[in-house]
């Protein structure tokens, strides 16, 4: 059965710190991975794709389909990165159907 | 904006009576989707629809049913709402290129006494 697994629910990190939220995911196919971001009370925004490999807000992601994981990262956090984090699978089928993480809340300490 | 409106924003509603939630869309992108966020379960998919009448069932179906007349409009409706209702949905929608993921809607806070 497909799953997407993010581990921690909150994870406390002190400002300037290394941050790594956890994803893990299980589906038999070929993958899309996705991580969406929702500051307090707003809507949730696309942060990265595993297919463009691209950096935003100094956040990465990489596709480990060895270990099936797409665990986001930065380097140091910001207390503006404090918010709700989800991982998402993409099924290879053509409803476009995302599998949505439980979600980790990322608290950013000053 | 975002292209996806939601209404109403937020709703308190008595057990046993219905309610429909609406999203709206002015991208005229064929997949919109319905998805309730509830803490410990992040979210989970109630019903999708891939074309105008054409909707399917998500994980989370039973108590709910859509439609979708037209391109731009996708209803979620609680047939008799129940307090295990209570949740924030959220409307998504995605294009013909599944890479580009959603774009959500801003949620609509239900609640259910």
């Known amino acids: 059965a497909q799953r997407v697994t993010q581990p921690e629910k909150l994870l406390s990190v002190f400002k300037g710190a290394p941050v790594e939220l956890k994803c893990n995911y299980s589906?038999?196919?070929?993958?899309?991975l996705f991580w969406y971001v929702q500051y307090s009370r707003q809507r949730l925004q696309l942060l990265l794709r595993h297919i463009s490999r691209e950096s935003i807000k100094g956040f990465t992601a990489d596709l480990n389909k060895g270990e099936t994981s797409f665990h986001l990262k930065k380097p140091f956090a910001q207390e503006e990165d404090s918010a709700m984090y989800y991982c998402a699978l993409g099924l290879s089928s053509n409803t476009g159907k995302l599998i949505f993480g439980q979600g980790t809340t990322l608290q950013v300490k000053p | 904006d975002a292209g996806i409106t939601q209404s109403p924003r937020h709703k308190v509603t008595e057990t046993g009576t219905p309610v429909t939630l609406r999203c709206h869309q002015t991208e005229n992108h064929r997949y919109m989707y319905w998805y309730r966020q509830d803490p410990g379960h992040g979210l989970r998919l109630i019903h999708y629809s891939y074309g105008v009448k054409d909707t399917d069932k998500g994980e989370v179906s039973d108590g709910y049913s859509v439609s979708r007349s037209k391109t731009e409009d996708f209803l979620l409706t609680l047939e008799s709402a129940t307090s295990s209702q209570t949740s924030v949905y959220f409307c998504a929608i995605s294009g013909m290129d599944r890479t580009y993921g959603y774009t959500f809607g801003s949620g609509t806070r239900l609640t259910v006494v």
């Open positions: 589906y038999s196919g070929s993958p899309e």
